[in-house]
């Protein structure tokens, strides 16, 4: 019996100091606004990840399904190569341009649109990829901004520059790789 106390002792130490590991929280969508421009209605804000984990997480990718008026309008993919922090939030910054027509636009109408987002984060963490879904609703009106948003529109200019940059590399590598498939086939 007592041969195999030790180990039993060892192994309950073990576990109890194991920390489990908690997936990214999804936080809220802040600094959200809507805008009609050219063609096209544009939909950007910030999306707030709680890391509530005693290591640094990496995040990887982010990809959401953008819906208007209950309407799939396109998707957000964005590659921020972000850490966030132990025990930390931290701020993913997005920008997508949904096509006025296909939305029905009508620039005499003052429209009201519930926008939403359903996606996932893919994250790493010690060396292990996971990822966490979420998704929020927001009713916007063309020009609509919160506070916060009207305070923090001169550093997203330069953010929301970026952004753009990234899209439409995102785009072109996705072209490109269309391309080679249709070749190689």
């Not at 180990?7 to 908690?22: A, N």
């Not at 600094?31 to 804000?45: D, I, T, W």
């Not at 998707?75 to 949904?98: G, L, M, T």
């Amino acid at each position: 019996m007592k041969k195999y106390s030790i180990p039993f002792l060892i192994l309950i130490i073990f576990l109890v100091s194991c920390h489990s590991v908690k997936p990214l929280q999804f936080k809220s969508l802040e600094e959200a606004s809507l805008r009609a421009k050219r063609k096209y209605l544009v939909f950007n804000g910030t999306l707030i990840f709680q890391n509530e984990n005693e290591h640094s997480v990496h995040v990887l990718e982010l990809y959401a399904d953008i819906t208007f008026n209950g309407k799939n309008v396109g998707s957000v993919i964005r590659k921020p190569d972000q850490d966030i922090p132990s025990n930390q939030s931290e701020r993913i910054p997005f920008y997508f341009e949904a096509d006025k027509t296909r939305l029905n636009y009508d620039e005499a109408v003052d429209f009201a649109y519930d926008v939403a987002m359903d996606g996932f984060v893919k994250y790493e963490m010690n060396g292990v990829v996971s990822s966490t879904k979420f998704n929020c609703k927001e009713r916007l009106s063309l020009g609509d901004k919160s506070e916060e948003a009207n305070q923090a529109d001169a550093p997203n200019k330069a953010a929301l520059k970026t952004l753009k940059r990234e899209q439409r590399e995102i785009r072109k590598d996705g072209k490109r790789k269309r391309k080679l498939d249709e070749v190689s086939s």
